[in-house]
């Protein structure tokens, strides 16, 4: 009895501990949002103001800064603090709409190829190989190149990018599941191919689409980020937190707070969304709540 109950208290001690953990984690994403959101009454500027008697002034605190730039400013004079906070919000509403435009997709394939099999599942397979052997660079210069670089083009471009994985980690567990008794007695009793997606295999996906849907988010945050530093993201003068580190590079030796606040917030956004998908597979996935 006396190991029994060591047991049961040092999982009743993990499970407060994870419990601290994932509330503080979604504490930490809620802030982010809320920010986000709110960026237009929080910038202390217009993102897009341009004073050039302040060009390049450092943050509050070193030699030379200007009042109110509490961040400092940028190479034509722009407030870094409000720049970031409006960057901030394309960045993440770039990234949610990539992502779940993926996981639609790929989750829509996936489903189908698993359920059906044969030519279809043959087709779809092809369709995850070729999209892996393709260099995403290039794709995208192609699609920036004949679209254009506005922001519908780009997250159309980023949610294609992350399709695959989706698709191929649907298409396996579906293939796995559909062997399964419950499976096969609905079928048994005529339920109807999309009455068994919704009702019985898409309930035992939620765990892997929530850690795929955090992998690629994260992804298309970094994908954004470096298209727009290589000049293929959102055109100028709109603001995102790649296209920040990409402007800034050339003035690294004299200001590297152009390219440092903007670099802080893309590894903040990414920590957030890593940890608060896992703490939320950790929630979702019923084998690791039963053990």
Same mark, same amino acid.
């Given at each position: 009895m006396t190991v029994i109950a060591a047991h049961a208290s040092r999982a009743t001690?993990?499970?407060?501990?994870?419990?601290?953990?994932?509330?503080?984690?979604?504490?930490?994403? +809620?802030? &982010?949002?809320?920010? !986000?959101?709110? !960026?237009?009454w929080l910038a202390p500027f217009d993102p897009d103001q341009q004073t050039l008697l302040a060009r390049l002034s450092p943050p509050? /605190? #070193?030699?030379?800064?200007?009042?109110?730039?509490?961040?400092?400013?940028d190479e034509l004079g722009r407030d870094i603090l409000s720049r970031g906070l409006h960057a901030l919000r394309i960045t993440l509403g770039i990234g949610m709409a990539g992502a779940s435009l993926g996981m639609l997709l790929g989750l829509t394939l996936g489903l189908i190829a698993g359920l059906k099999g044969g030519l279809v599942d043959d087709l779809v397979a092809g369709a995850i190989d070729i999209q892996i052997a393709l260099p995403f660079t290039l794709l995208a210069l192609l699609a920036v190149?004949? #679209?254009?670089?506005? *922001?519908?083009?780009?997250? =159309?471009?980023? /949610? @294609?990018?992350?399709?695959?994985?989706?698709?191929?980690?649907?298409?396996?567990?579906?293939?796995?599941?559909?062997g399964q008794p419950f499976i096969e007695a609905a079928l048994a009793a005529g339920a109807s191919p999309w009455r068994i997606a919704t009702r019985h295999l898409l309930p035992n996906l939620v765990s892997p689409l929530v850690v795929m849907f955090a992998l690629s988010f994260? $992804? @298309?945050?970094? *994908?954004?980020?470096? +298209?727009? #530093? +290589? /000049? *293929? /993201?959102?055109r100028p003068p709109t603001a995102t937190l790649g296209s920040m580190v990409g402007q800034g590079r050339d003035y690294m030796p004299s200001a590297p707070w152009l390219v440092v606040v903007p670099s802080l917030l893309?590894?903040?956004?990414?920590? =957030?969304? $890593? +940890?608060?998908?896992?703490? &939320?597979?950790?929630?979702?996935? @019923?084998?690791?709540r039963q053990r």
């Amino acid at each position: 009895m006396t190991v029994i109950a060591a047991h049961a208290s040092r999982a009743t001690a993990a499970w407060r501990a994870s419990d601290l953990s994932f509330r503080l984690v979604v504490v930490a994403g +809620l802030v &982010l949002l809320t920010v !986000a959101a709110l !960026a237009p009454w929080l910038a202390p500027f217009d993102p897009d103001q341009q004073t050039l008697l302040a060009r390049l002034s450092p943050p509050v /605190g #070193f030699e030379g800064a200007k009042a109110g730039h509490w961040l400092g400013t940028d190479e034509l004079g722009r407030d870094i603090l409000s720049r970031g906070l409006h960057a901030l919000r394309i960045t993440l509403g770039i990234g949610m709409a990539g992502a779940s435009l993926g996981m639609l997709l790929g989750l829509t394939l996936g489903l189908i190829a698993g359920l059906k099999g044969g030519l279809v599942d043959d087709l779809v397979a092809g369709a995850i190989d070729i999209q892996i052997a393709l260099p995403f660079t290039l794709l995208a210069l192609l699609a920036v190149a004949i #679209f254009g670089g506005d *922001l519908t083009v780009l997250i =159309v471009v980023l /949610g @294609i990018a992350g399709w695959e994985t989706f698709a191929r980690v649907v298409r396996g567990e579906v293939m796995k599941l559909r062997g399964q008794p419950f499976i096969e007695a609905a079928l048994a009793a005529g339920a109807s191919p999309w009455r068994i997606a919704t009702r019985h295999l898409l309930p035992n996906l939620v765990s892997p689409l929530v850690v795929m849907f955090a992998l690629s988010f994260s $992804q @298309i945050v970094l *994908l954004e980020s470096t +298209l727009s #530093f +290589l /000049g *293929l /993201g959102v055109r100028p003068p709109t603001a995102t937190l790649g296209s920040m580190v990409g402007q800034g590079r050339d003035y690294m030796p004299s200001a590297p707070w152009l390219v440092v606040v903007p670099s802080l917030l893309v590894l903040l956004v990414t920590l =957030v969304v $890593q +940890l608060l998908g896992d703490s &939320l597979r950790d929630r979702t996935d @019923i084998r690791l709540r039963q053990r």
